[in-house]
């Protein structure tokens, strides 16, 4: 009898996990079109696309709206970088009381060659560099992937 009763219990469990599977591969039957969450893309490219916040596209090097940034260029993010996607290039400045200063003049990142593993990012000391969830970022030749994330005329932002 405990034999036919563990045969009739696996039974059981097959239709219950044969069914959980099905459900999936009839969703589109079993679910009211306002539940469907697929994207219309690329047609709401430029209405209701839903990009998450937390989608690595790239690395950014954030500027404020006085075109400042944080990047001391002590080149930490180039060091922690698996992979030589970034190169950061200084350049000596000399202050106004004499002394010469290490100041960002190209922050270098190659996209082609990024992972998006974050390393970087958690790396650098002064919150300089973030992940932006940027899309369609395909290119036609190679060497338009590689950036200088700095932009012209910024500078270091001063310390308050
Ligand atoms: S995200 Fe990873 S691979 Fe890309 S630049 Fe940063 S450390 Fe390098
Ligand atoms: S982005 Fe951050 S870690 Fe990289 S060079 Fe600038 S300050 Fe250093």
């Not at 690395?59 to 996607?85: Q, R, W």
């Not at 919150?127 to 590689?146: G, Q």
């Amino acid at each position: 009898m405990k034999t036919v009763l563990r045969y009739l219990q696996e039974v059981a469990l097959a239709f219950r996990s044969l069914w959980s599977g099905l459900r999936l591969t009839l969703y589109f039957f079993t679910h009211p079109r306002k539940e469907i969450i697929t994207e219309q893309y690329p047609e709401n490219r430029t209405t209701s696309i839903n990009i998450p916040e937390r989608f690595a596209g790239e690395v950014v090097l954030t500027h404020d709206e006085n075109n400042e940034h944080k990047c001391t260029a002590c080149t930490l993010c180039e060091m922690a970088c698996p992979n030589g996607t970034i190169k950061i290039i200084s350049a000596q400045v000399e202050t106004e009381d004499g002394k010469k200063k290490k100041v960002l003049d190209k922050w270098v990142y190659n996209l082609g060659m990024c992972t998006f593993c974050a390393q970087c990012i958690d790396a650098c000391p002064q919150n300089a560099i973030t992940m932006k969830n940027s899309f369609e970022l395909s290119v036609y030749n190679r060497s338009d992937l590689i950036k200088t994330l700095n932009k012209p005329g910024s500078k270091l932002k001063e310390k308050s």
